[in-house]
């Protein structure tokens, strides 16, 4: 499950929002970084937005649900009952808390930037007081989870097999294009943390 929350780029937060009759489920999606060794349970699982984000707000006293799924490949089978995919995918579940300790906080988005590009952080300014006074950071325990993959080819019945239909998989990834710098960039080389971040994601 760290390995999956590790390398993912974006998961779904599900949360329900509004009460009695007006009460109903919003799934949206956004950044997470986890902490295999933070301070909750099974480690943390770290979330950010505004602190007029609706959902957010909605989060602060219900269980909420966050996802991740790496979708790795296209399934061919030799009938359309056994088509799948093969993907990873990771489901948390708990009640979670607002960070408010000044360091857990700063880490906590020092994460989730790295998230994006790993090493990131480092080299950005400090927040600004107005930027932190906008952002709420929660922190979800990694106790109640699971994780479910799929891999390989489509597993078809023998009658299909013996007809001949071509059966396999297509392997999926996520890849990355040149860096395009933004004009004030003018000639300036491309940094360390977005030039590696690119060739790992870089087409074959």
Known sequence: ??????????????????????????????????????PDEGGTLYLHGSVAARSLVAALDRTI??????????VAARSAFHHSMNYRSAVVIGRPRVVTEEIERARALDLIVDQVVPGRAATLRPHTRKELAATV??????????????????GDEPADVEAGTWGGHIPLRL??????????????????????????????
């Open 137 to 154: 950071v929660l922190a979800l325990a990694l106790h109640e989870a699971s994780v479910k993959i799929r891999a390989g080819g489509p």
């Open 65 to 74: 649900c966050v996802t991740v799924t790496l979708l790795d490949g296209i």
């Open 1 to 38: 499950m760290h390995d999956l929350l590790a390398e993912a780029k974006v998961c779904h937060l599900g949360v329900v929002v509004g009460e009695g009759d007006d009460a109903h489920p919003v799934v949206l999606p956004t950044v997470c970084a986890a902490d295999p060794d933070g």
């Open 175 to 204: 890849v990355a294009d040149a860096a395009i710098p933004a004009p004030e960039c003018g000639d300036a080389p491309v940094p360390d943390d977005i030039r590696t971040l690119v060739q790992r994601l870089g087409r074959a």
